[in-house]
């Protein structure tokens, strides 16, 4: 139906930066809203950020930190990551809502998760 893949993750030094990529195929018609979700070892999943036409959201312990955008052309969402946190070490997933062609279902894509890893 719907595949995303994501790249951009690695091991990096606290303060560091990462730029996350993810990119969607298959069956697209339109992709309502992006975003990212990351699962630390030992937690839940949880949201990181998300973007929706214009309008973006990010959980509080991201703000100020991370940036979300999209390339609604290309398909493709980013998650810019600066200074970086020992506690932001997770596997981050794309996720996106899809309208899919050309049966105008609504999907709910998820990517395999790329690692990031973040050292003190």
């Known amino acids: 139906q719907v595949q995303l893949v994501e790249s951009g993750g690695g091991l990096v030094q606290a303060g560091g930066s990462l730029r996350l990529s993810c990119t969607a195929s298959?069956?697209?018609?339109?992709?309502?809203?992006m975003g990212w979700y990351r699962q630390a070892p030992g937690k839940q999943r949880e949201l990181v950020a998300t973007?929706?036409?214009?309008?973006?959201n990010y959980a509080d312990s991201v703000k100020g930190r991370f940036t979300i955008s999209r390339d609604n052309a290309k398909n493709m969402v980013y998650l810019q990551m600066n200074s970086l946190k020992p506690e932001d070490t997770a596997v981050y997933y794309c996720?996106?809502?899809?309208?899919?062609?050309?049966?105008?279902?609504?999907?709910?894509?998820w990517g395999r998760g790329t690692q990031v890893s973040v050292s003190s």
């Open positions: 973007i929706t036409g214009g309008i973006t």
């Open positions: 996720n996106a809502g899809v309208l899919t062609a050309p049966d105008l279902r609504l999907y709910d894509a």
């Open positions: 298959g069956r697209i018609f339109v992709i309502n809203a």
